[in-house]
Each structure stands twice: as structure tokens, then as C-alpha cells.
């Protein structure tokens, strides 16, 4: 009989669902999108029953179109979208739409949290409270919705709801326990410090997993609904940017993880909880048990394309958009971008700044624009590796995974313009594939992930920094750089006057 692993990757646009064999090859996969909502600016919310109907959906594929048989599928394991806030009341239903990772609404309760505790804060958290944290989206709920937060009883994360409609278990793994900037991470427990200070109940804060534990089995009415075995064993998990790292083969302090999703990331590997960015790189738990990452996150990078394509492009195929782009000569005959089409948070954590083109000029074309939409996501990657580098972090590889290292041409372009090594994977399906490596080393296939990364990882083409685009680069980035300096003004007073419209 064939035996198989699920790493359900519960991403922002779609969820993603792999079925691996022991050996890490892809027998089959299926995916379901799903909306974004934005009802007002900042605003960015989901319906967690979305994530449910989505994953099941895609579940039932597996069985139905894909002909795995159910009773093969011995362990499934997650990879999601973090820091989104799912409110449950005592019975375990949803209360509100979950507020995503990029809903920005915060700033004020933000502000508190640093005003109240400071460095401390930092010190206990290994991060400052940013906007798209969960701990201040818990005190916009008590201070915006009191009748909603008076039902409230405790709060999981997105992957975590998915996880406890199939298990009828609630919990958090680690990995996205950070992500809740309300985690002691020296102690490696809930922080009784911050729910003092903020007045949060410790009870709201679920049992604690680690990513490779098993977290429970299929319910029945999950089992009859998705048609899955009651037996099949169910494994933590982890945020979607420790399993993208898990599944890029990070697992060492030399190399560094690129991810284009709906977001941008630039991750490092780091060995213990003691480097201290002082919030300027986020600071988590590792989903490999006892080790950590850093990363800085453009809020806006598959996104700020994909607006752009929705916007202007409606009726063109992606790829070949994309194509036409790369056709086009380095830097966009003079067009500039700077993608914070929903505020920024790596390095300029600013809920207000927007996006600008900068250099329009008549003789440019459509694809000159998505080229410097393409140009402008990966200037804001060069702007984080500017923070390693100002920390005095050296390394020669940079891992790409996510939807935009579908692209050959943004490859070479992330080489380019970071003048470093890029490698891509051979099933770029990173977080997906480091969630199915969870629940293989869960079941105990392989004794470590590390073991399990030498058959499930593979590395695909190398692409290498060519001098001369480097250097057209360089000179492109010293004026992007300058870009967010010289608009931000322009940008929060344009803001001011939308929220005095609303
Ligand atoms: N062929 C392609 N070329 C370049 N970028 C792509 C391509 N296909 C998808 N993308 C980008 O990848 C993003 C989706 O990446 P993915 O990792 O699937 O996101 P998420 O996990 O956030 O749902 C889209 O926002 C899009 O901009
Ligand atoms: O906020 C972060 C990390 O801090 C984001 O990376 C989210 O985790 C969403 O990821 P994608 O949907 O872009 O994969």
C-alpha cells in the first residue's frame, strides 16, 4: 500500500494542499482561492469558514480527482498565513472575520503597547508590536467591539482554526506563537507580563504544541465532510514562513530564504534566542524544535503585481504579462515603484505610507510598468538584506520560493539586484512542502527534519548576479532608497484627508 503525508498550505490567496510519499515526491496536488476583504483602508480580513470550505474542498480532490485513497493517508500537517486573529467565544464558534497579517488598523494600539512596556517589551517578545501582530488586533477588538470581545474565550491563529475543526483540539504551535507578540521567548512560554499589562485573560491563550507534535486525529463530522479516516493523524504545524524555510532546506545560519507570496520575506535561520535585531527584523521560533529565524516582511509583494494585474490587466494571462515585462530594458526606462500599496513593515514600519511611481514618462508602456512593479518588490527585499548587512550577517545564498520564483526572469532579476547567488527549488510549493515534511518527521518516517530535508529537498537552477545589471541596479537603488523619505509627508496627508472622507 502507498503511503502518504498532507502539508495543507494556507496561504492568503489560496489554500494549497500537497500529498507527499516517504521518498518526498508529489503525488498529487489541489488548490481553492478564496477573497480578501478590504472594507475600508488598512482593513484586510478573511472568513475563517473560507479556510475551511477551501481546505476540505481541496481535501475531497485528493480522494476524488486525484485518487488517493483515503486510508493511505497517514498524516497531515500545516503551513499558515500568520498572525491573523480568529476570536472564538466558549463553545468554539467564530465571532468576527479574522483580521489578517496586513490589516494595519493597529497604529494606536501599537502605540500603547511600546509606550506601556518599551524595550521590555522587545526583550520579552524579541519584536516590537507591529500593526499586523495579533496582540494588538486582541485590544482593537476589547476597545472597538466590547460586545464582541465580552463572548470572546480564547483566540488560535489561521492554520490553528483549520487545525481544531479537524481535531476538535485547540492549539498554537510555537512557531506562530510568536508571531502573537504574546510569547516569551526566552522562557518559550504565554507571558504572563504582557496579558497582565493589557489585561488579557492567560485563559484566552490555547495550549501551546510544537510543530512536529501530533496535535490530534480526524473528528467524525470532519472525517464524514472530507472523507478522510478518523485514524489519520494530525501534526502541529507551523507559520507559513517557518515551513517555507523548513522546506527551502533553511536549516542552517549561512543561508537565507526569499519568498514572494502574497507578502515578501527575507528570512535567516538563526540558532538561538539570544541575537537582538532590537525590532528592526521580526524575531520567531523556528518550526525545527528549538531554534529560531529572523526576517523582515514588504507587506505588498505578490499583492502589489497582482494589483496591478487586476487594475490594468484584467484579461491577460499572467505569465505572459510577465514575459512581456522582462522584455522590457532594465530599469523601466526611468520609472521607479515603491510597493506600499497597503502601508510597509520592513524596514519602514509605517501603516500609512503608499506606493508611488516615480519618473512616469509618455514614452513608457504598459509593461514598463509591470516591470518596475517587479523592479520595486525586489528593491524593498534590498532594503532588508540592508538591515543583515548593517548587523554584520554575511551570506552568499539566497533560497526563492513562492509564487514569484515561478518566474525564471524575476529570478535573475532577484540575483541582480540582491548581488547574490539565487537558487530556486525544483517544487517551488516551499511552505506546503515543509508542512508535509512536519507530519513525516511526526510520524516518525524520519528522525529529524534535518534527515527528512536529504530526500524531500531538492535544488533546482542556480541563477548568478551578472556585473553589468548589477551595477544598473546599484545605481537604481541609491535613488529607490530615497524614495520613502521624500513621500511619506505627501502619503499621510493624502491618508488624513481619505479618513476625514470616510
Ligand atoms: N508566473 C508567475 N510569475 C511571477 N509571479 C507570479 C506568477 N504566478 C504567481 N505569481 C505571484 O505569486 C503570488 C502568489 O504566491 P503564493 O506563494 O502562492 O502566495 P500566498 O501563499 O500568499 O497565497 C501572486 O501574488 C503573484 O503575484
Ligand atoms: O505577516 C507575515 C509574516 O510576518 C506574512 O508573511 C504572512 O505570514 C502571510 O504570508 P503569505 O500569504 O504572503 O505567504
Do not use: E, P, W
Given at each position: 500500500m502507498n503511503e502518504y503525508v498532507i502539508g495543507v498550505d494556507l496561504g492568503t490567496s489560496a489554500v494549497k494542499v500537497s500529498a507527499m510519499d516517504r521518498e518526498g515526491q508529489i503525488a498529487a496536488q489541489q488548490s481553492y482561492g478564496y477573497d480578501l476583504h478590504q472594507p475600508h483602508p488598512g482593513y484586510s480580513e478573511q472568513d475563517p469558514r473560507d479556510w475551511l470550505y477551501g481546505t476540505t474542498i481541496a481535501m475531497d480532490r485528493l480522494i476524488l480527482r486525484d485518487g488517493l485513497k483515503a486510508e493511505e493517508i497517514k498524516g497531515i500537517s500545516f503551513s499558515g498565513q500568520m498572525h491573523g486573529l480568529v476570536l472564538l467565544d466558549a463553545d468554539g464558534?467564530?465571532?468576527?472575520p479574522a483580521m489578517l497579517w496586513n490589516d494595519t488598523r493597529t497604529t494606536k494600539q501599537c502605540q500603547e503597547i511600546m509606550d506601556k512596556l518599551g524595550d521590555k517589551f522587545i526583550d520579552i517578545t524579541g519584536n516590537r508590536a507591529l500593526e499586523g501582530f495579533t496582540l494588538p488586533k486582541l485590544l482593537w477588538v476589547k476597545e472597538n467591539q466590547p460586545e464582541i470581545w465580552a463572548k470572546a474565550k480564547s483566540f488560535l491563529l489561521p492554520k490553528d482554526y483549520v487545525r481544531f475543526v479537524m481535531t476538535g483540539k485547540q492549539a498554537i504551535d510555537y512557531s506562530d506563537a510568536t508571531?502573537?507578540?504574546?510569547?516569551d521567548i526566552k522562557k518559550g512560554t504565554w507571558s504572563k507580563e504582557i496579558c497582565d499589562a493589557f489585561d488579557i485573560p492567560m485563559s484566552m491563550c490555547p495550549p501551546l504544541i510544537r510543530s512536529i507534535d501530533e496535535a490530534g486525529t480526524v473528528t467524525d463530522n470532519y472525517s464524514m465532510f472530507?472523507?478522510?479516516?478518523?485514524?489519520t493523524r494530525v501534526f502541529g504545524g507551523g507559520g507559513d514562513n517557518a515551513c517555507g524555510a523548513v522546506g527551502a532546506g533553511i536549516l542552517k545560519p549561512n543561508m537565507v530564504m526569499s519568498s514572494i507570496g502574497t507578502s515578501g520575506v527575507v528570512l535567516k535561520y538563526e540558532p538561538d534566542a539570544n541575537v537582538n535585531y532590537h525590532g528592526a527584523l521580526q524575531y520567531e521560533c523556528h518550526a525545527i524544535p528549538d531554534t529560531y529565524y529572523s526576517m523582515g516582511v514588504t507587506l505588498a509583494a505578490g499583492h502589489s503585481l497582482n494589483w496591478f494585474k487586476h487594475t490594468f490587466a484584467a484579461d491577460e494571462d499572467f505569465t505572459e504579462m510577465v514575459n512581456r515585462a522582462a522584455k522590457r530594458p532594465l530599469g523601466a526606462n526611468g520609472l521607479l515603484f515603491t510597493p506600499y500599496v497597503v502601508g510597509e513593515r520592513t524596514p519602514y514600519a509605517d501603516a500609512d505610507i503608499r506606493g508611488s511611481f516615480i519618473?512616469?514618462?509618455?514614452?513608457?508602456n504598459k509593461y514598463d510598468f509591470v516591470r518596475a512593479v517587479i523592479e520595486g518588490i525586489t528593491f524593498s527585499f534590498r532594503d532588508i538584506l540592508n538591515i543583515y548587512d548593517q548587523h554584520g550577517q554575511d551570506f552568499d545564498t539566497v533560497v526563492a520560493i513562492g509564487g514569484?520564483?515561478?518566474?525564471d526572469f524575476w529570478l535573475q532579476l532577484q540575483a541582480n539586484i540582491f548581488n547574490k547567488k539565487v537558487v530556486s527549488l525544483t517544487n517551488e510549493q516551499g511552505p506546503g512542502l515543509g508542512a508535509a515534511m512536519l507530519a513525516a518527521v511526526g510520524l516518525g518516517w524520519y528522525d529529524s527534519l534535518q534527515d527528512c530535508a536529504k530526500k524531500f529537498v531538492h535544488f533546482g537552477k542556480s541563477y548568478e548576479p551578472q556585473a553589468a545589471a548589477v551595477a544598473t541596479y546599484n545605481d537604481l537603488y541609491k535613488v529607490y532608497h530615497q524614495v520613502y523619505d521624500q513621500t511619506k509627508d505627501l502619503s499621510h496627508q493624502l491618508m488624513t484627508l481619505r479618513n476625514n472622507w470616510d
Open positions: 464558534n467564530v465571532l468576527r508571531g502573537t507578540v504574546l510569547y472530507s472523507g478522510l479516516k478518523k485514524s519618473g512616469v514618462d509618455s514614452m513608457q514569484g520564483a515561478k518566474s
